[in-house]
C-alpha cells in the first residue's frame, strides 16, 4: 500500500517562492525514480519534474530554470523548491514514484492528496 503526503503549497504573489515536500512510504523505495506532477482547473495532470535514484534530474519546459527537485533517500521524502513562481503554475501538485517509465507517463493507481498552490498577479 502506497502511501504519499504531499505538504508545503499555499498562496504566494508572483515572483515568489515555496518549497514542497513529500513523504513516501509502502512500496515506493529509495531505488525508485519519484516525480512531482500538478495539475490546474480543466487540465489534465503534467509531469513537471522527476529525479532518479542516483539524482538525475529532468524538467518540463514550462519550470526549467526555476524549479528544483531533490531527495532525501534516508527520509523517504522528495522536495520541489519553487522559485519565480507565475500565476500560470497555479495548481494541486502531487508527488509519486516508482519506475522511470511509469513515473513519465504517470501510469500509476493510487495518488496522494496533493497540495493546493495559488500563485496571484
Known amino acids: 500500500q502506497v502511501q504519499l503526503v504531499e505538504s508545503g503549497g499555499g498562496v504566494v504573489q508572483a515572483g515568489g517562492s515555496l518549497r514542497l515536500s513529500c513523504a513516501a512510504s509502502?512500496?515506493?523505495?529509495?531505488?525508485?525514480?519519484m516525480g512531482w506532477y500538478r495539475q490546474a482547473p480543466g487540465k489534465q495532470r503534467e509531469l513537471v519534474a522527476r529525479?532518479?535514484?542516483?539524482?538525475?534530474?529532468n524538467y518540463a519546459d514550462s519550470v526549467k530554470g526555476r524549479f528544483t527537485i531533490s531527495r532525501d533517500n534516508a527520509k523517504n521524502t522528495v522536495y520541489l523548491q519553487m522559485n519565480s513562481l507565475k500565476p500560470e503554475d497555479t495548481a494541486v501538485y502531487y508527488c509519486?514514484?516508482?519506475?522511470?517509465?511509469?513515473?513519465?507517463?504517470?501510469?500509476?493507481?493510487?495518488w496522494g492528496q496533493g497540495t493546493q498552490v495559488t500563485v496571484s498577479s
Open positions: 509502502g512500496r515506493i523505495f529509495s531505488t525508485d525514480t
Open positions: 529525479i532518479t535514484s542516483g539524482g538525475t534530474t
Open positions: 509519486n514514484g516508482g519506475q522511470l517509465i511509469r513515473v513519465v507517463i504517470g501510469d500509476f493507481d493510487s
